[in-house]
Every structure is written in C-alpha cells, then in structure tokens.
C-alpha cells in the first residue's frame, strides 16, 4: 500500500520509510510517561510536540478510547493510561536478565540493608527495572520504569565508561541540565569522571542526581557492550571509608555471580 505524503516521513534502516502519525503517537505517549504524575492540558502537548491542536486532539482521543491515554472528568486534562501499565509489565515478565538479577539485589539489599537498583541504558537515559528498598529509608512511590539522564547517575555513567575508546558512540547530550549543584554540567568534566570511572572499575554519583545521596554503579558485562547495570544508593550522612569499601566489594562479588549465570549477548530476544 503506497503512503498518503503526509504519513510518510524518513526513511528507516533496510528502505522502509517511517510513518508519521506512528511516530506521533508514540512521541505523545513518551511524553506523556515523562511527566509522571503530572497531567498536560491539550495547548502543553501541541507546543511540546510542534504539531497542530487539532491533529493532537484527534490522536489523543483515539488513544483515551483504546485506554492508552486517560483524562479527568473535564475532558482538559490527560495522563499515562492502563495499557501503558499493561505493555510495560508484559517487558519486565518477560526479561530473561531480570528474572536473573533480582534475586541477587534482593539478596544484596538484605546485606547492606541499603537501596540497591538494577537499569537499563536507553539512548541517554538510565531506565529503572527493578529497585529493593533499604528498610532503613523507604521511599514513597516505586522508581520502577523511571527515567534518568545517564549522564548524572551511578549506573548510566558506569556503562557509558564501558563505551570510551571502542568506536561505539557515547550518548552524551550536547547541552546539559544539572538536576542538582553537583551535577557535571560539560563533557570534558564528564569523560574525566568516565575515563576514572573505567580505570576504577566501577562509576560514583556524588549527589550528582540526588541532594544528599552517593551512588555506586557496576556495569553487568554479559552483552558486548553493556547495557545493564546495578548501582547501591546511601545517604551520605552514614557514609564512611570503611562503609565504601564493604558496598563496593559487595557489589562487585554481586556483579560477577550476576555475569556467571546470565546467558551471554541474548541479542533481540
């Protein structure tokens, strides 16, 4: 079937041309999932997407009707629907990684009684799969499925490290936006901090993401290169020397029962 010129747009890797109302849709849906629990009126989505009122309107109401998208009781203001949950939980059911690794943060959790969280590199950002809770610090809503710029994580900066020097590209953004005072805001500071990650072998998040807070992150090398990490986040207040080096070597025997049992480069499983 030969393309309306307006639903066609680019051209994909092997000659297939992309389709814009597709790509719309999903730039609305990531959109929306990137505010979390905050609901955008119709004027927010059309300036932040650079389309037409109208179009947006329409692709909006579609996807309130399929459940992707709800809306109050006024019909102005709109969310993340049930079945983003939906298509969400069937990826984490059905990760062979995960199933792997969260017995072992469980289990890391338990003996550093520290919070402990495994992610995913996604382009530039650190996706959060799995989180066990210090019982020490529980926190109020679940980090599961959260984005975070890898740049200013532990565990985004971890696996960034893991791609210097191979030819791979690094994604690293052009402009940086701080998320605290101590978040480093250039590339040359960042590839220092990689460069010292690599030779370390394993990445800190000094406050860099959260005021107060230091982040331990092991890349996990069972695929070439990485894209899974851990990382183990402690307050700073009841951080010692001699605490760093327990969490460290902890993680790092974590790390390698993790690498042991996970099957090698699964690819597109």
Known sequence: MTLPLDEAEGTAPGGVRGVKSAARTVELLELLASRQNRPARLRELSDALGAPRSSIYALIRTLVERGWVRTDASGTLYS?????????????????????????????????????????????????????????????????????????????????????????????????????????????????????????????????????????????????????AISCSVPIANLTEERAKEITEAMERTRLAIERMAPMDLGEF
Not at 156 to 163: D, F, P, Q, T, Y
Not at 204 to 216: A, K, P, Q, R
């Open 80 to 228: 993340i629907g049930i079945r983003a949950l939906l298509a969400g939980t069937t990826y984490l059911d059905t990760d062979p990684y995960l199933r792997i690794v969260q017995p072992h943060i469980n289990d890391l959790s338990v003996l550093l009684d520290e919070t402990i969280h495994f992610g995913r590199l996604d382009r530039g950002d650190i996706v959060y799969l799995a989180t066990k809770e210090s019982s020490q610090y529980l926190r109020p809503f679940s980090r599961v499925g959260r984005r975070l710029p890898a740049f200013s994580t532990a565990m985004g900066k971890s696996l960034l490290a893991e791609r210097l020097g191979t030819g791979l590209e690094v994604p690293i953004p052009e402009q940086f936006t701080p998320l605290t005072p101590k978040t480093l805001v250039d590339r040359e500071s960042l590839e220092r901090d990689l460069e010292l990650t690599r030779k370390r072998g394993y990445a800190i998040d000094d406050e860099e993401n959260y005021v107060g807070v230091m982040c331990f992150g092991f890349a996990l090398r069972y695929t070439s290169p990485p894209t899974d």
